[in-house]
């Protein structure tokens, strides 16, 4: 399968390393940043503009790491040229809606997409999907981190005062979490205001939040994420089941790997848009179906 | 859907009571041994032999809760009158080869199967396949129990000398197990006897394997059972990628709830036979699927 990677940033670099290091695709193409130059290792296969994605050859399948809400246009732009496309979209409440957009998009010219995959929305939901099939009634809590959230980052960043911010979950139970977030300081800003400000933004207001003033973000920065799913609850009559599945990893390189994963489904799945609790998980792997039930079933 | 509970033993009662929790099916029929009583409860749809599975009306799909050996040859009878069936198989190196048998015959009847819809070989191995997907290279260990082995509880009772046995299966770690097999003896047996064929027998020869001699194998029965999966290794660049699923369930209960599962994805899947890894999770689960899709992705 030929691969292009679109956007370079934390996610496409490791989306490279994942297809470099699968036996069964090549990346063809990196589409980055015209605002960027391009490292020298993918200066040979590096364009801009998505429209440009087969002039290193051919591509089957994109794999969107683009921020977010980049993702759906880019999406449509790709398979209305008949490329298949894998996103990490991750806003809980529009995945449905975008799904149901690039379905109709995909099914027109004959190309398949994953919607958010990742791993959460991504495994984890598959995980979730799995826990609620076989345990029907009761709880499930997904519990965060400890980890970099990359959108309360983002907004911490964006409060006035705030030269630089890092925002990590920490789990407290029972899928509540507590923010612990590092800012570096403007010349002139106080901490007591940047604090205030902060905890009354949307992204912290119902969350136990902790601001903290450090010289240097850059020093605390580690792409570590994990994620704690538990589910306790009835099976027919039999209650107490108990369910748990836990993550402790490179949050960029787990993305990026479970993206080039979804590339395969792509290729196997009929035209249209699926998350990925629509596709067997067998459709993921590499090597024959009749291999993987013999090593996986 | 209407149901038929194809044996009564104990996953058979625990699948009773799981479609009787679903909204969504009703138990048509039970299919029991014709050397047995029906229990009062069901004595009004009980039949003999599967071939009167519709006397009580259309059955959609039939749950064969059979020893494994029996079940192949009852799938068979059975999608070729057109019903859908799942098992739960359970001998691993062979389940590629009965889905390929039942792949066809179901085909061409226009029927569909599950095949192997337990919880190990079931939805440990649609863990299994997606841990693979995502950390595609390290080592996974399936550890099993604490809980009652039924195939080397079989065995022990097989060996001269033992009235009655229980094995437990306690892991040790990175896949390796413990036997702790309790025995009731007949009257003249010794335990160093029976302790010296139970070691030399196949099911034990290769674990850490220790006899007890108790009076009452009834008192020490209970249904739990556990099984801790974890996977370390390298998504991309990315090493020690750590990742871990566990339960502590009902054995049949949460056995049989797979199993009524996975009757709903033999509804939407295409006519064959497939393994649970085939299966789209989203397939498992009542409601439509964009409920699903919003409530689990």
Known sequence: MNIAIVGFGNVGRAAYEAVQAAGDMTVACVVGSPRRAAPDYVKDIWVTGVENVHAHGKVDCALLCLPTRACPAAAETLLTMGVNTVDSYDIHES?????CQLDSVAKQHGASAIVAAGWDPGSDSVVRALMQAI???GITYTN?????????SVAA????GVANALSITLPTGAGVHRRMVYVELQPGATLEQVTRDLKADAYFAKDDTHVMQVDDIAALQDVGHGVQMTRKGASGAAHNQQLEFSMRINNPALTSQIMAACARAC??????AYTMIEVPVANLLPGTLEGNVRGLV
Chains 1, 2 share one sequence.
């Open 157 to 160: 960043k964006a409060i006035a």
């Open 144 to 152: 965060f981190g400890p980890g970099m959230s990359m959108g309360h």
């Open 267 to 272: 290729a196997k799945q009929a035209p249209g």
């Open 135 to 137: 345990v029907p009634r």
């Open 95 to 99: 995945i449905w809606d975008v799904r």
